[in-house]
């Protein structure tokens, strides 16, 4: 089993900044990609970023050039700077990663998720 364990959430005004961190363990043998989603309420979850183990980043419209995705391959952490935050990025921050584990077989988690909310 795989565990995702995401950290970095909390309050901050409009325009400041968080970094998220989401750390995967478990009997992992490689992970592929890994990402963020974000879940208001009353709200679909949505995918915010992802990152492949190559380093190949995507972005949802609404934060391109805000934020940045990144990882440690090393580590198998994933992180999210989140720059000029903005009220409507308040949401629960979901990681998940998709990958191997060290039987063969191929795995997808979620973690837990961690509250962010923007506001004065």
């Known amino acids: 089993q795989v565990r995702l364990v995401e950290s970095g959430g909390g309050l901050v005004q409009p325009g400041g900044s968080l970094r998220l961190s989401c750390a995967a363990s478990?009997?992992?043998?490689?992970?592929?990609?890994m990402g963020w989603s974000r879940q208001a309420p009353g709200k679909q979850r949505e995918s915010v970023a992802t990152i492949t183990s190559g380093g190949t980043t995507t972005y949802r419209d609404s934060v391109k050039g805000r934020f940045t995705i990144s990882r440690d391959n090393a580590k198998n952490t994933v992180y999210l700077q989140m720059n000029s935050l903005k009220p409507e990025d308040t949401a629960v921050y979901y990681c998940n990663a998709r990958g191997t584990y060290l039987s063969g077989t191929a795995f997808g988690s979620w973690g837990r998720g961690t509250q962010v909310t923007v506001s004065s």
């Open positions: 478990g009997t992992i043998f490689s992970i592929n990609a």
